[in-house]
């Protein structure tokens, strides 16, 4: 399996804060099942100049990739970003931000309030070749609200990633649930989010298992071929999506 987000390089961001706990999370991974990972901390283009953004981050990976252990796990990584939307993205050159050599940019989006500009900068990102994943979409109150700003999105070029943790949360949904995402196919993808191993682990294998019980392993299989498409940057062709309807007060 692989993992397209998570917190693990050390002292970059919430994630891991020392060797020891990207180690400990690493080791959690691999008992998941994972063989292949995508280091996405987060940049926040309002708060960190994007030199100063790669060259932390190319020091946290030397450093992690330096660790003793780290070369046992035996697993294949890349370099990627949770890249924080701003409209100022349009003016910088945001490919060292995908994932490592392909056209992918993993974007999270203000949780409480639609952005201001977010439409026009996905297109103009798209225009310039950049495929835009928008992270953890579960989260944005005005997509769970009305599915169909997401499922616009998805129609014009970008990709949408669920949190590993919200496919396996069975209560507390307001609107429309990751599960619920996975079956439209309106979301195309998992990601641990993995933080720590205490607090937020990563904890994938459970999520495809509860896809396969509650959806069939058809559904399990295609988000692991999209996982595989994203990480080698092969063609990936999204669903044709039914746009989703309200009736009776539940969107279906």
Not at 62 to 76: K, Q
Not at 182 to 198: M, P
Not at 222 to 247: E, G, H, M, T, Y
């Amino acid at each position: 399996m692989i993992d397209l987000h998570c917190h693990i390089l050390p002292g970059l961001d919430d994630g891991a804060q020392t060797l020891t706990d990207s180690m400990a999370l690493l080791r959690a991974e691999k008992s998941q099942g994972i063989e292949s990972i995508v280091f996405t901390p987060h940049f926040h283009p309002e708060r960190i100049s994007l030199e100063s953004f790669l060259n932390a981050r190319a020091d946290s990976y030397s450093r992690l990739t330096s660790a003793e252990g780290f070369s046992e796990l035996n697993l294949e990584t890349k370099l990627g970003a949770e890249v924080f939307f701003s409209m100022r993205l349009i003016e910088m050159d945001v490919t060292e931000l995908c994932f490592e050599n392909t056209r992918y940019l993993l974007l999270e989006l203000p949780v409480s309030m639609k952005p201001y500009g977010m439409t026009h900068t996905l297109k103009q990102l798209i225009g310039r070749g950049i495929i835009p994943i928008l992270a953890h979409v579960e989260r944005y109150g005005y997509f769970t609200q009305d599915p169909v700003q997401l499922y616009d999105l998805v129609m014009s070029g970008c990709l949408a990633q669920v949190n590993a943790a919200a496919v396996l949360r069975t209560t507390g949904n307001k609107g429309v649930s990751a599960l619920q995402y996975i079956r439209w196919e309106l979301a195309q993808l998992i990601g641990s989010d993995a933080h720590s191993v205490k607090e937020r682990p990563p904890n994938t294998r459970a999520a495809y298992r509860y896809i396969e019980d509650k959806l069939g392993e058809s559904y399990a299989a295609w988000l692991l071929r999209n996982s595989q498409a994203v990480f080698r940057n092969s063609c990936f062709d999204p669903p044709v999506i039914q746009k989703p309807r309200r009736f009776l007060g539940r969107w279906r």
